[in-house]
């Protein structure tokens, strides 16, 4: 029973140009969303996360829109860079201090 | 200076055998958790310890059990391991927003 969504197992983009990483979820009650990032034989380590009160937050290169109504967020990281080359986790909790649910990661490459 | 660190890194056992997997955090954070990333690469959570209390217990088998001797430290031990365990260990800690991972604990049943 996947709560939350990757269906992109594997994603290619150019350096410099927009990198979309797309997630669908399931569960109403989730409220908080959050996305990592993460390197081979590293864990997981947070990149940016947003509240169901809104709709889009941006962190330098980053921003997560969320889109509650089709239960849908998504990732995009403008320009890519080669160190951004990484596998990338969306995840969900009901509030900030209940248990994450991760997605199953999508593969990004960026290509030079 | 790492924030969360799990020994081993890597763990290749027999089935049938009990090995334990430490983990501990330096940041103060009052809650801890283990996920397993199975070979679909899940990541899936496993149990969730707040100040050395057991909150969440993920209808995990009996044969994983975990130890928070101190709300810094949470260790796993597995019993009469199976195949089916092989898979990379996570574990986590966090005070409210997001979780700072450790980097892992691969552990191969052979």
């Known amino acids: 029973d996947q709560q939350v969504k990757q269906n992109s197992p594997s994603l290619s983009v150019q350096e410099g140009r927009i990198s979309i990483l797309n997630c669908d979820y399931t569960n109403s009650m989730f409220d908080y969303f959050l996305w990592y990032k993460k390197y081979p034989a590293e864990g997981p380590t947070f990149l940016i996360s947003?509240?169901?009160?809104?709709d889009k937050n941006e962190d330098g290169r980053f921003t997560v829109f969320l889109n509650k109504s089709a239960k849908h967020l998504s990732l995009h990281i403008v320009p890519s860079q080669p160190g951004d080359s990484a596998v990338y986790f969306c995840a969900a909790s009901r509030g900030r201090d209940d248990k994450i649910i991760f997605g199953k990661g999508t593969r990004l490459h960026i290509l030079p | 200076d790492t924030a969360v660190s799990q020994t081993p890194k890597y763990l290749v056992t027999q089935m049938g055998n009990d090995k334990s997997i430490k983990c501990e955090q330096n940041l103060g954070h009052d809650t801890m958790y283990w996920y397993k990333q199975d070979s679909k690469k899940f990541l899936k959570i496993m149990f969730s310890?707040?100040?050395?209390?057991?909150?969440i217990n993920e209808t995990v088998p009996n044969r994983f059990s975990p130890k928070s001797p101190d709300k810094a430290h949470l260790n796993l031990h597995i019993n009469s391991l199976e195949l089916g365990d092989s898979a990379v260990y996570f574990c986590?800690?966090?005070?409210?927003?997001?979780?700072?991972f450790g980097s892992g604990t691969r552990l191969t049943v052979v």
């Open positions: 986590a800690s966090s005070q409210g927003q997001g979780y700072t």
């Open positions: 947003i509240s169901s009160i809104k």
């Open positions: 310890y707040n100040n050395k209390e057991l909150i």
